[in-house]
Nanobody
């Protein structure tokens, strides 16, 4: 059974940094030529949104609200996805989820991505 386990969340003050990790088991990112991985977040009372994506070729994309502050990366040897979050703002407060899809469907529609972690909470105080 595929498992994605996030870690690295916590409480920080505005302007601080956190590094999220997402380790996969029973699933090898590099095995699928069209694999995509991403970080998503959901704040209380709001819908889930895409934060950052990375595909098998290493191409990344970011939500406008986090560009220049967050960096997504992957380590295939460790089968782990990361996201470095700098200059955090109170509006970044949310539950953060990692997800992956072997078919390149990370658009958060129609049941994709297929595999999701349980989430890690990030709280940024002003």
């Amino acid at each position: 059974q595929v498992q994605l386990v996030e870690s690295g969340g916590g409480s920080v003050q505005s302007g601080g940094s956190l590094r999220l990790s997402c380790e996969a088991s029973q699933y090898t990112f590099s095995r699928y030529s069209r694999n995509c991985m991403g970080w998503f977040r959901q704040a209380p009372g709001k819908g889930r949104e895409v934060v950052a994506l990375i595909n098998a070729g290493g191409t990344t994309s970011y939500a406008e609200s986090v560009k220049g502050r967050f960096t997504i990366s992957q380590d295939n040897a460790k089968n782990t996805l990361y996201m470095q979050m700098n200059s955090l703002k109170p509006e970044d407060t949310a539950m953060y989820y990692c997800a992956t899809d072997p078919f390149g469907r990370c658009d958060d529609t129609n049941g994709h991505p297929l595999y999701w972690g349980q989430g890690t909470q990030v709280t940024v105080s002003s």
